[in-house]
């Protein structure tokens, strides 16, 4: 009896532990590992984070969205460049975020600021509409995930109509995780997919089994695969963290949640390339 009780209170003092140190326990497992973006200044240019309105998991009815270090990552080093940023959706209005991603242990230092911020909070509930975006108006086009994009961004024929028009202008095009399904019924200026023949990355049907989520419609991997897109990724034994960015030209895709400071980082340093018109 006396024994049992040392095991269950043994048990208890290391469950609060783990429970401690959970956010450390992650960050050494690689989510939110840390990364430093060097200082740009790009003050006069404008950017645009495009983030999904859907807000369930269909069809397990569970909440979700945008993950919220997917869009608040970028964000943030586009106003740390000193950019101008706009947030949009298909349909406009509120962007859902997925409870998880806002929530410890998941939420990264960039969530607590947007959650703090006034101006980005007012975005993120009154976002423009896509059909009401002009793509001449940025310099960026950058895509957020979260499961929430499986089911409207490579669906949205505006969002497929801008992409195509900001590539024809040679704007960054820029996404993570399933937001590489917004580039997906995108046109290049021959007419074929955006995608054909070009180095993309989007989070891996091997990432979407393990958090049990293949339910969803759309899948980043597949769908650019068969769109003719020489998919990138990488893969590891802590899998769901692993990151990688790939560049094609005014193409910059993260793989998942932890890609979205590499990713922000090399579009601030291509927008730095090119001259401010």
Known sequence: MHWSLYLLGGLVVILAIILCFLRQILAAM???????????????????????????????????????????VPYYAFINAGMDVDMASPKGGEIPVQPPSWSWPLSCEDDRRFMADKDAMAKLKNSIKISDVRPEDY?????????????????????????TRANAQGKILGSVCHGALGLCSAKGTDGQPLVQGRRVTGVTNNQINTFGIAVTPKHPEEELKKAGAIYECQHGRLDPFMTHTSIDGNLITGQNQNSGYETAHRILEKLATQRNV
């Open 30 to 72: 690689g989510l939110h590992r840390h990364y430093t973006i060097p200082s740009f200044d790009l003050k006069g240019r404008r950017a645009l984070v495009v983030c999904t309105n859907h807000n369930r998991l269909d069809p397990r009815n569970q909440d979700t969205g945008a993950f919220g270090s997917e869009f608040t």
């Open 139 to 163: 310099d960026v086009i950058f895509m957020a995930g979260g499961w929430g994009a499986a089911y409207d961004l490579m669906q949205s024929e505006e969002l497929a109509d801008l992409v």
